[in-house]
Each structure stands twice: as structure tokens, then as C-alpha cells.
């Protein structure tokens, strides 16, 4: 009966706890003698419960221990008065080590707990940045693809060589589409290993001129103003910059009914600031807030800590701006 609940203490902490003081109080009475085993059992239990049991329990179990130990020094008092304190002693060194340990254990969980849910809210925010990253790449590829189409199909019979033109400019935006998709579903599919062999690297402003051929190719043409000190910008505000350029543009195409626009970009020390304007249809009507367009543009400005504008202009037509500060440990100069 001292032994068994050795054996169980792993299982059944509580019961064998119960079980093993139950045991030595009656080894104590029938015997009228401390008996060391019975305290050992004890110990060995209690030091599992102070250890894997919540800590309402493991106090509970060392007020039943110790009052255990004072009782069972009675029977034998005068004759070993050491007895119950070495007992007491016993008890309660086994019982701090086992906590100690339970303690470090229920850390080590909490911190495992912890960097689950972080390696969860990292996962969420790569999906969403890949989900935006898509709809800015599909949405302005689409977007003069419909434009282009329109007008090979208006100009089909009298105009053969536009029509080649359109098909031509569909083809490239496709390509270029495409190309874009491929980087983005590449980093889905290799991990901590830089970019993916064979990708072209992220877009950002030193892109701009292809971005705004694709504009003019769905009929908008438009300036490009970049004052200044021009300096290399970190990898994620450079692109950020870039696809606020291109979410722009894709709503001047598809919402604007106009065929020019104009993109300014301002370089400071600290910080890049963008600007996209038309003199299209600037009211409420012609620029819908259904989607992800102006939402994304503002979600990108505000992860870098910038600031986002977009609203019609009081002399017609519409203004997007943004600027994102630079990191100075990040500026490269």
C-alpha cells in the first residue's frame, strides 16, 4: 500500500497523494511507530503533485503532508522528537523543487503557446500581404486588358493595324501579369530561402516607366514628376510605393473617363512621398468604394507608420497621396 501509489503518481497525482497519506496514517497507528518508507512514498507523491497539479492543489497537498507529519510524530513523542521535523523539512524541500520544476514547465508551455499564436498571426499577415499584392497585380492587368480588348474590337474591320496594336498590348500586359503572379505564388512555396531561383525581384519605383507604358497603352497617358535626391529605398516601402502607383492608375483606367493623369514623387531624407492625379470624373459616383483599392492603398501607407489622402480635387478630377517615412537605420543614402 506505500508502494503502489508510487507507481500511479504520474497518472493519478490526487489518488495516489490520498492513497499514500492514507497509508502511512495507517502504518503509523497499527505500528505506533514512524516508519521511513511511508514517508518516502509520501515525498515521492507530493513532489509530482506540487509538479504537475494547478497550484491551489499543490498548496492544499502540502498543508495535508505536513499536517500529516506532525500527527504521525505523535505516538511516538518523547521518544523521537527530531522525527516530525526532519518530516516536515523532508516535505517541504520536496515540495519547493517540485513546484520550482512544475513552474519552469508551465513557462516553457506558456512561451510554446505564445510563439504558436505569433507564428499563426505571421502566417495571416503573409496571406493578407500576398492577397493584396495579388489584387494589385490582377486588378491593373485586367483592367487594360478590358480597355484594350474593347478597342480591338471597335476597331476590327477599318483599323487593322490598332487592332494589332491592342492585341499587342494585351499580350505584353498579360505576360507581365502573369510573370508578377508566379513571384507571388513562388513565396508561398519556398520558405527562408530569399527569393525563389529564377524570380524577377519585387517591383518598386525604379519600375515606374514600365507601369506607366501599360497606362498609356489602355489609353491614359501620363506624366511622371520625380524631384528630389533619388536614393535606394527598403525593399518593402519601395514596393509599397510602387503598387499604390499602380492601384492609382488602375482606377484612373477603369473609373476616371479620362485619357491622362500625372505622378509626382518627392524624395526627402526621410521619408518618399508619391502623388497621383487626374482631371477625370472626380465625384463620389465615379470613383466607387466597392473593393479592396483604396482600402489596400491605405492599409499599405499605415503598416509603414505613413500617411494616405484620397478625395476628389475641388477643380475636378481626383487625388491620391501618400508619403512613407524612411527608417533612418534603414536608409541607405
Sequence with gaps: MLVLPIAWRRWRPVV??????AGLAAVELAAREMLALGFVSVACVLYTVAAMCRTRTAFVALGVALAAAVASGIPAFPRLVGAPVMSVLLFTTV????????????????????????????VMAERMRIARELHDVVAHGMSVVTVQAGL???VLDDRPQETRDALTAIETTSRQCLAEMRRLLGVLRVEDQGDP?????????????????????????VDLSVTGRRHAL?????LAAYRIVQEALTNVVKHAATDSARVNVHYRADEVAIEITDDGQGGRAARPHRGHGLAGMRERVHLYDGTFDAAPRPEGGFRVSATLPIPSTEHLG
Excluded at 506558456?110 to 510563439?115: E, G, I, P, Y
Excluded at 524570380?199 to 516607366?209: F, M, S
Aim: no cysteine; aromatic share 4%; glycine share 10%.
Design 16 to 21: 495516489a497523494f490520498a492513497i499514500a497519506v
Design 95 to 122: 515540495w519547493s523543487v517540485g513546484y520550482a520544476v512544475g513552474a519552469h514547465r508551465r513557462h516553457l508551455a506558456q512561451a510554446l503557446r505564445h510563439q504558436a499564436v505569433l507564428a499563426r498571426q505571421r
Design 152 to 154: 480591338a474590337a471597335l
Design 197 to 221: 531561383p529564377g524570380t524577377a525581384p519585387a517591383p518598386g519605383l525604379a519600375d515606374l516607366d514600365r507601369l506607366l507604358a501599360q497606362s498609356a497603352g489602355a489609353g491614359v497617358r
Design 234 to 238: 527598403p525593399a518593402g516601402i519601395d
